[in-house]
């Protein structure tokens, strides 16, 4: 039975990487790939064409869909509009419109963009974690929160954090089956000798790693991963955390890969549905000029692939495509070096079909 696929390519370079993407699945579609694609706006341009950012009709779209494949929302003629309108808010509204709880975030290395890393090229070659962020719960989402007045005047600002047994259950879960097919290693970041929330988590978390015996689970606290993975980045094949902490060691992981531009990520509902998305952002400086580096969307197709249409041979070929291509020595502006051959958007996109075609 055909899947459905929504399509929001959002603002700036979202429209030209996801062009990309879709030249690549219409490849995979006239070679048999069951896949029915619909188009919708969001963000800026969900905003221009409706009026908010997440539109109805997309929301409607996306609800009935099997996965989403987003390129990218933001500009700057948007940023003086009310907050609720702000295009990031259609990203927002769908996270949590489809319950997507989890958020899986690889730092991958390929090994022909080692020097594109800020560490060492030994200490990141080989380099492959896959961080699986709580996306839903947490201190952002917590109540109370606020700024008010304390009796003496001066103001202070609250959040709340907070995980249910059952938030951790479920984030545990995909963090292990995902073990289960990687190289069955979780580690869970928390920090429990400071944080009660940290101490039923790791509780939680341990009690869920009884049913997958195969597994073998850490436990490290948050600081110590953060140092831990600028360090020896290559102990680490899973990690597993709550929002916050997940949000900024999942950063830092990037930037060991040395380029945004190559980076992508999956948000998955219980249902393995999943949003499927390139790390970076609109790229307003670079936007409408062909230059964008598509590769990280193409790499979100793979992991759409795998994720949410159970296609994993797809998934490995695309992968391979994407590393025949840098072996080529084709390379867009953002990781490119010397000796290499700069290629435009198109170009990348044309090269990773043909590697396809030809693999
Ligand atoms: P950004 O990720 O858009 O850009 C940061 C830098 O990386 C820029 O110099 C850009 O040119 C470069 N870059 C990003 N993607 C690239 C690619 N594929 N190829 C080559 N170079 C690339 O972050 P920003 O500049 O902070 O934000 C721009 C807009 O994007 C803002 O409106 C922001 O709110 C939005 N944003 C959206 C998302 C999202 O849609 N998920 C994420 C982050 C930022």
């Not at 109805?56 to 494949?69: G, N, P, Q, R, Y």
């Not at 292990?176 to 928390?190: N, P, Q, W």
């Amino acid at each position: 039975m055909s899947k459905k696929l929504a399509v929001l390519p959002g603002d700036g370079i979202g429209i030209e990487i996801v062009a990309e993407a879709l030249k690549l699945l219409n490849y995979l579609k006239s070679n048999g790939l069951a896949l029915e694609m619909i188009e919708a706006p969001v963000g800026g341009a969900g905003y221009d064409a409706a009026g908010k950012p997440l539109p109805d009709e997309t929301l409607e779209l996306v609800k009935e869909s099997d996965a989403i494949l987003l390129g990218a929302v933001g500009g700057p003629q948007y940023e003086n509009l009310p907050r609720e309108l702000r295009p990031e808010r259609g990203l927002l509204g769908l996270r949590s419109e489809l319950g997507l709880f989890a958020n899986l975030r690889p730092a991958i290395l390929y090994p022909q963009l080692a020097d594109a890393s800020s560490l060492k090229a030994d200490v990141v070659a080989g380099l492959d974690i896959m961080i699986v962020r709580e996306l839903t719960g947490g201190i952002y989402f917590g109540e109370p929160r606020g700024i008010r007045e304390k009796d003496n005047g001066e103001r202070e600002g609250f959040n709340t954090l907070v995980y249910s047994e059952s938030e951790v259950d479920r984030i545990a879960r995909v963090a292990f089956d995902i073990a289960m097919k990687r190289g069955k290693r979780l580690c869970s970041v928390d920090k429990a000798n400071v944080l009660e929330v940290s101490e039923l988590w790791r509780e939680v978390v341990t009690r869920v790693g009884t049913d997958y015996p195969q597994v073998e689970l850490s436990h490290m606290y948050v600081d110590n991963a953060a140092m831990q993975l600028v360090k020896w980045p290559r102990q680490f094949d899973v990690m597993v955390t709550k929002n916050m902490f997940g949000d900024i060691l999942s950063d830092a992981a990037a930037m060991l890969t040395g380029s945004i531009g190559m980076l992508p990520s999956a948000s998955l509902d219980a249902n393995s549905k999943g949003m499927y998305e390139p790390i970076h952002g609109s790229a307003p400086d670079i936007a409408g000029k062909g230059v964008a580096n598509p590769l990280a969307t193409i790499l979100s197709v793979a992991m759409m692939l795998r994720y949410s249409l159970n296609e994993m041979q797809l998934a490995e070929r695309i992968e391979k495509a994407v590393g025949t291509v840098l072996d080529a020595g084709l390379r867009t502006a953002d990781i490119t070096s010397s000796g290499m051959q700069e290629v435009g958007t198109r170009e990348m996109g044309d090269a990773v079909v043909a590697a396809l075609q030809a693999g």
